[in-house]
């Protein structure tokens, strides 16, 4: 089976986010960037099926030249090959853009099983696996909470408003993981030496046939960057055994009780 | 400048549309063009009234049951393309739920035209633009489409109140683009409800959510007792602990979860991670209580206590029992 899996290089979750005032571009230069922790559970769930059914994952990512990163931590949990794609054409790129950027990495080397995480970490729109599936014209069963393959068919825990729904797919597919789909594995001592005589693809977008892409043309301009009306401070107590009874008021205050 | 046709897709569960799609109808009506709807299920039809009620004046619905068997995405997408190409909407309009979300992004690809989503307001002043909320609702975003339409746009549950406009029931159009057989390459064999018991985290007034600090799953059974001391409160939890498999996911509250915007919101042992605040910070009020006295949901909070919720919760059971008795 040949598994594609999509990661991204973010700004640290941890730290919050800035744009840069006169781009609203992401600002990235002096913020920790680390792999989304949501891919971490994409890798995985790549590993887990060559592992069992042979094959081989290949990683793609879109990014700035540290998405490096991101792609180096994936061949270093077990990835066979690496793709970045890297350019400054790209940059603001919007959601289908980014679609359509990875779309024809995937298409380029050929694929089974696309696997991407639900959303990303920093972006947010929940959006991109499927404008993939769509540009592959192939399913996407999107928010995956298991992913099992019998050696002919897709079976999938679908992640829905009320539980779930069983997804029984052939393949080539798209599938979307959310992160408790399993538990990423670290990259081994091993597997770090071993990443970086791994093979690495860079491509720009005009290797993918993808011209002015991003940035100003794709669609849609930012009008306004302010800062949210911050709640007011509320009150803070530490807990010297008058915690409980201090909420109690405040839900009495609140005509809860 | 008013937006001259505005299609609110409606997801439908046994005839019923989801409460988004009622808030996107109310906001829809609100910038002043033609309102309708959009339906996929063999239920769709049932649906027209309420709708209808809610100003959508016209309902496209696709009532083939081949709709239900497969996932949504794809066959939607390629109706709704076809539909787009007759009837020209300026903007469609999506909830940030599962199949809303499948659905626009696939659309959004098919069209070639761009979507936002995570929108939290809309405005139609000399163009479109969505308002989003980002970095932990620490920044809001103005993003303005430009001239390709129809614009796309996936907002967040209870971004907008819901107002019935007292229409009468909406036309009823159907749609007859058939399930393409490629689609049935991917089938929804089975629909499991994870039953919660009691109100339903969306209508509780009063949400009680726990986190990872509350260290074991059996711990939820506080939260419940509390729930039921209070009275009417529905439980949720965090996606760090729904991930890991410790409540449904039902339960989840947060950007891939349930919006909630309840009266008073109780987060125990919720560190609050961007991923679950962007789906309470709409509640009135909100208490927290966490070891962590950096934890950022005390920057939320209304009433914020830097404790062990394991200690705290059976005293509070014990308090609220004793103040409604």
Redesign the interface.
């Known amino acids: 089976m040949k598994v594609v899996v999509c990661v991204k290089q973010i700004p640290d979750p941890n730290t919050t986010g800035q744009l840069e005032p006169s781009t609203h571009f992401l600002k990235r230069d002096g913020v920790e960037a680390v792999m989304d922790p949501g891919d971490e559970s994409g890798v995985e769930a790549g590993l887990q099926l060559v592992e069992k059914h042979g094959g081989d994952v290949t990683v793609v990512s879109m990014g700035p030249e540290r998405g490096l990163d991101a792609v180096r931590k994936a061949l270093a949990m077990g990835a066979g090959k690496g793709v970045l794609i890297s350019d400054d054409a790209l940059r603001g790129s919007d959601a289908l853009t980014t679609a359509k950027v990875l779309a024809a990495a995937i298409k380029k080397d050929g694929f089974d099983l696309v696997i991407t995480a639900t959303e990303s970490t920093d972006g947010y729109t929940g959006i991109v696996p499927q404008a993939i599936a769509e540009l592959l014209d192939v399913p996407a069963v999107s928010f995956a909470k298991s992913v099992e393959y019998d050696g002919a068919t897709l079976k999938v825990q679908r992640q829905t408003e009320a539980g779930y729904d069983v997804v029984e797919a052939q393949l080539p597919a798209v599938v979307s993981v959310t992160a408790g789909a399993n538990e990423p594995r670290y990259p081994s001592l091993k597997g770090i030496m071993g990443a970086k005589s791994k093979p690495m693809d860079r491509l720009t977008a005009a290797d993918l046939g993808i011209g002015d892409a991003g940035g100003a043309t794709a669609g849609q301009t930012i009008t306004a960057v302010e800062p949210a009306p911050e709640r007011a401070a509320g009150e803070i107590v530490k807990d010297e055994g008058e915690a409980a009874k201090r909420i109690a008021e405040f839900l009495v205050e609140k005509k809860v009780i | 400048m008013a937006v001259g046709k505005v299609w609110v897709f409606a997801?439908i569960?046994e005839g019923k549309p989801?409460p988004v799609a009622l808030e996107l109808l109310a906001k829809a009506r609100s910038l002043g063009g033609t309102t309708e709807a959009v339906a996929f299920s063999k239920d769709a039809e049932a649906a027209a009234g309420e709708l209808g009620a809610h100003g959508a004046t016209t309902l496209f619905a696709a009532t083939d049951p081949a709709y239900d068997e497969v996932?949504l995405?794809?066959p939607a997408?390629d109706a709704l393309a076809a539909l787009v190409g007759e009837h020209h909407p300026d903007l469609i309009l999506f909830g940030?739920?599962?199949d809303g979300?499948?659905v626009?992004?696939?659309l959004?690809?098919?069209l070639?035209?761009?979507?936002?989503?995570?929108g939290v307001d809309l405005s139609a002043d000399g163009g479109i633009?969505v308002q989003t909320?980002?970095?932990?609702?620490?920044?809001?975003?103005?993003?303005?489409?430009?001239a390709?339409t129809p614009a796309i746009a996936?907002m967040r549950p209870k971004s907008f109140a819901a107002e019935p406009s007292g229409g009468a029931a909406a036309k009823v159009v159907p749609i007859t683009t058939p399930v393409d057989e490629?689609?049935r390459?991917?089938?929804?064999?089975?629909?499991?409800?994870?039953?919660a018991a009691g109100p339903k985290l969306e209508e509780a007034?009063?949400v009680i959510s726990g986190g990872r600090g509350l260290g074991d799953p059996k711990n939820f059974e506080l939260l419940d007792q509390l729930a039921s001391a209070?009275?009417g409160a529905a439980v949720g939890a965090s996606?760090a602990v729904?991930?890991?498999?410790w409540v449904?996911?039902?339960m989840q509250v947060g950007?891939?979860g349930?919006t909630v915007k309840p009266?008073?919101y109780?987060a125990f042992g919720i560190s609050g991670?961007?991923?679950h605040t962007?789906g309470m910070?709409g509640a009135?009020?909100?208490?927290a209580?966490n070891k962590d006295?950096n934890a950022p949901i005390?920057?939320?909070?209304?009433?914020?206590?830097?404790?062990?919720a394991l200690?705290?919760l059976p005293?509070?059971i014990?308090?609220?029992k004793?103040?409604?008795s």
């Not at chain 2, 070639?112 to 995570?118: D, E, I, K, Q, S």
């Not at chain 2, 909320?133 to 430009?146: M, P, Q, R, W, Y």
């Not at chain 2, 729904?242 to 498999?245: F, I, L, R, T």
């Not at chain 2, 005390?298 to 062990?308: I, P, Q, T």
């Open positions: 997801d569960t989801a996932l995405g794809g997408a940030m739920t599962y979300r499948d626009a992004g696939r959004a690809a098919r070639g035209v761009p979507v936002l989503a995570n633009a909320s980002i970095f932990g609702a620490t920044l809001n975003v103005t993003t303005k489409f430009d390709a996936i490629k689609h390459r991917a089938r929804v064999t089975d629909r499991v409800a994870d039953v007034p009063v209070i009275g996606r729904v991930d890991a498999g449904p996911y039902a950007q891939t349930k009266g008073v109780l991670a961007m991923q962007v910070k009135k009020a909100i208490v209580v006295e005390f920057k939320l909070a209304d009433l914020g206590v830097v404790a062990d200690k705290v005293q509070l014990e308090e609220v004793a103040r409604k």
